[in-house]
């Protein structure tokens, strides 16, 4: 049985990966930060295959515990889902010193914190997956989101390099690059807002965590397995 670890997985996108992993059969570590209380009861669904774990991911000493405490639990990870992320909506010219490293540090350097940890056991087994979760926006940048679309730019760098990096070592690199879904992230948009969106969207709607959910697990999957190194958008056509 494999086991996925998920960072940022207690809410939204994560969240929806949790519950389609475990469907798919997978043991699933569930990374949370500040929900606990939710992390816990999505893992309690799954009695004995899923485990929660408290971690910052933009903490290196955290990551390391987190990956101890899965590599006890179920063994080494199988498959890695960089999901955690922070949003942030501002003009440029007002972020400050400490916003533009946090979100750095979380998006990015979480990313490589949590890829480096996990890539010895999927070297030495031959086999792996590194999932990372970037947005539209870090293919076409976003206005007044100038610090989230840098971060989730660097991902999609981070997943093309790595992948031509491990791909002898049998490990694929993929990149899903969600456009506007509808997750607690998007609290503050009116429903005048969600509509306008629903709109310019070629599908004429907003995408849903299941739908991003289910590309990871595609990804994840032996139907995948010649594909590496790639950005999917799962965006309605908005961004092609």
Not at 112 to 121: G, I, M, Q, S, V
Request: hydrophobic share 50%; with cysteine.
């Amino acid at each position: 049985m494999k086991t996925v670890l998920i960072t940022g997985a207690a809410r939204g996108i994560g969240a929806a990966a949790a519950e389609k992993f475990a469907e798919a059969g997978y043991q699933v570590v569930i990374n949370y930060l500040h929900s606990a209380e939710k992390a816990e009861a999505l893992a309690a669904r799954w009695p004995g295959r899923a485990l929660a774990v408290q971690a910052d991911v933009a903490d290196p000493a955290q990551v390391e515990a987190m990956f101890a405490a899965a590599e006890q639990a179920f063994g080494g990870v199988d498959v890695l889902v960089c999901n955690a992320g922070i949003a942030a909506q501002q003009l440029f010219t007002d972020v400050t010193d400490e916003e533009w490293r946090r979100m750095l540090d979380v998006h990015l350097s979480g990313a490589f914190y949590c890829c480096r940890r996990a890539l010895p056991h999927m070297i030495h087994q031959k086999w792996g997956r590194i999932l990372t979760v970037s947005s539209m926006w870090g293919q076409v940048g976003g206005s007044c989101e100038v610090a989230y679309s840098a971060a989730k730019a660097g991902l999609i760098g981070l997943t093309k390099a790595l992948a031509k990096e491990e791909g002898p070592s049998g490990v694929t690199v993929n990149c899903v690059a969600p456009g506007v879904i509808d997750t607690d992230m998007m609290s503050s948009f009116s429903a005048e807002d969600k509509a306008a969106l629903a709109e310019e969207t070629p599908l004429g709607a907003l995408g849903t965590p299941k739908q991003v959910a289910d590309a990871l697990v595609f990804l994840a999957g032996d139907g995948a397995s010649y594909i590496t190194g790639q950005v999917l958008g799962v965006n309605g056509g908005l961004v092609t």
